[in-house]
T-cell receptor, first 119, second 114 residues
Framework: AQTVTQSQPEMSVQEAETVTLSCTYD???????LFWYKQPPSRQMILVIR??????QNATENRFSVNFQKAAKSFSLKISDSQLGDAAMYFC????????????????FGQGTTLQVKP | GAGVSQSPRYKVTKRGQDVALRCDPI?????LYWYRQALGQGPEFLTY????????KSGLPNDRFSAERPEGSISTLTIQRTEQRDSAMYRC????????????FGPGTRLTVT
């Protein structure tokens, strides 16, 4: 069974600085997707960034980028120029492609990392 | 357009009562997922529908939990004889068919069992 581990329950960063959140996963599959979701105090689930395992290039979305190390099964999120609005709980998630009845594409989440941004 | 909606947003019930939680997915989304999230934890998968077919219910914790999606649109998650340990946020998500499609999450129903 696939598992996702976030070993940092809490992280803190100064406004305008850079922070990296760690995530490791375990799977025997070669075809999968990885995600980072943000959950602010409102408890919405907001997709931050996604990475397809077959793409070697690391995904980037504005101030958010990932370091995807497939062999090491590592998927870290880097937030540059941190802003007060980045304060939230961040979840790393894994899913299979979801292209068949035996491959439903359910998301498997890590335990989350609470990010505090200090002014 | 309208996102995923869930109702009720908050539900307080007494132990032993049955509850029904509703999810209204984005129009045209054939895939529908239910997740449960305890406070301070990541969401955990409960069940998955492809149109009206429940294709994966491996995450349902026990037989008090059931779900249906009879017409391939609105889905209902039912918890019978609720227990305090059922207290959590229940979320649904929907997506289009096809590989790697993004799942759009609803706002969740916060269930409290007293």
């Amino acid at each position: 069974a696939q598992t996702v581990t976030q070993s940092q329950p809490e992280m803190s960063v100064q406004e305008a600085e850079t922070v990296t959140l760690s995530c490791t996963y375990d799977t025997s599959e070669s075809d999968y997707y990885l995600f980072w979701y943000k959950q602010p105090p409102s408890r919405q689930m907001i997709l931050v960034i996604r990475q397809e395992a077959y793409k070697q290039q690391n995904a980037t979305e504005n101030r958010f980028s990932v370091n995807f190390q497939k062999a090491a099964k590592s998927f870290s999120l880097k937030i540059s120029d941190s802003q007060l609005g980045d304060a939230a709980m961040y979840f790393c998630a894994y899913r299979t492609p979801g292209d068949g009845s035996s491959n439903t594409g359910k998301l498997i989440f890590g335990q989350g990392t609470t990010l505090q941004v200090k002014p | 357009g309208a996102g995923v909606s869930q109702s009720p947003r908050y539900k307080v019930t007494k132990r032993g009562q049955d509850v029904a939680l509703r999810c209204d997915p984005i129009s045209g989304h054939v895939s529908l997922y239910w997740y449960r999230q305890a406070l301070g934890q990541g969401p955990e998968f409960l069940t998955y529908f492809n149109y009206e077919a429940q294709q994966d219910k491996s995450g349902l914790p026990n037989d008090r939990f059931s779900a249906e999606r009879p017409e391939g649109s609105i889905s209902t998650l039912t918890i019978q004889r609720t227990e305090q340990r059922d207290s959590a946020m229940y979320r649904c998500a929907s997506s289009l068919a096809g590989r790697g499609r993004e799942q759009y999450f609803g706002p969740g129903t916060r269930l409290t069992v007293t």
